[in-house]
């Protein structure tokens, strides 16, 4: 298979649904080959997370007060300005 950058772009979910289904891709940029993707066999693939933040655990805090929209609202503001 073969895509544009703008087509990787706009249609990346696809295309990496192709690879991962076994076929490679070549995206081009004007005209050119420029990268592959290729299918990873399972026997590839890294045994952890290569997400930046890793697992993440949320601690419990319990319950905090219930706020109304109102008191939300007065808490914002001015908030980021």
């Known amino acids: 298979m073969e895509a544009t950058a703008r087509e990787f772009n706009q249609r990346s979910s696809q295309i990496l649904a192709a690879a991962e289904h076994g076929e490679t891709v070549t995206v081009t940029k004007n005209g050119r080959p420029v990268a592959r993707l290729v299918p990873i066999d399972a ?3 890294l045994p952890y997370s290569t997400d930046p933040m890793g697992d ?3 601690p419990d805090i ?4 219930d706020l109304t929209d109102e ?3 007065e808490v914002l503001r001015g908030m980021g300005s």
Do not use: L, N, S, Y
Not at 62 to 65: L, S, Y
């Open 62 to 65: 319990g319950t905090g007060p």
């Open 56 to 58: 993440m655990e949320i």
């Open 43 to 45: 026997d590839e693939a």
């Open 71 to 73: 008191e939300v609202d």
